[in-house]
């Protein structure tokens, strides 16, 4: 519908779910879909829920065990939240940089990154946030 529409940031959030989903299913290209998808939104000055989708990648990242990778599109996407304020995925945030953490051997700073998701998560009645984070521990 996207392509017959002509509506590019459908298009383009169509393919970052489609590789999102191949991901999941243990698909390793899928990872490159969601990169090129994000690469597309942006290039298109669509920057709303970007930092989300590049949250997304990175859990995707560390669920191969790639926390190079997954570092670096947190930090990618860390950056966007602040610029765009979009708040409402900062708990998904904390939650993938604590997961990092923990990975990286940082149990303290992990700790404290997981506990401030579930305090934004709580703040916002963001009940499925607050399990999320606590099933990360």
Request: one cysteine or more; charged letters at 25%; hydrophobic letters at 40%.
């Amino acid at each position: 519908v996207s392509k017959r529409e002509n509506i590019g940031i459908y298009e383009g959030t169509s393919q970052f779910f489609s590789g999102a989903i191949l991901a999941a299913q243990g698909d390793d290209a899928g990872l490159g879909i969601m990169q090129k998808s994000i690469i597309e939104l942006e290039a298109n000055n669509w920057l709303a829920r970007v930092a989300f989708y590049q949250c997304l990648l990175a859990d995707a990242w560390l669920k191969i065990g790639n926390v190079q990778q997954a570092e670096q599109c947190l930090k990618q996407a860390l950056r966007q939240a602040h610029l765009r304020e979009e708040r409402w995925c900062h708990a998904e945030l904390l939650r993938v940089a604590g997961v990092i953490e923990g990975r990286k051997g940082c149990g303290e700073k992990a700790e404290r990154l997981l506990e401030k998701s579930v305090r934004w998560a709580q703040a916002m009645g963001a009940g499925s946030a607050i399990g999320r984070t606590r099933a990360s521990n």
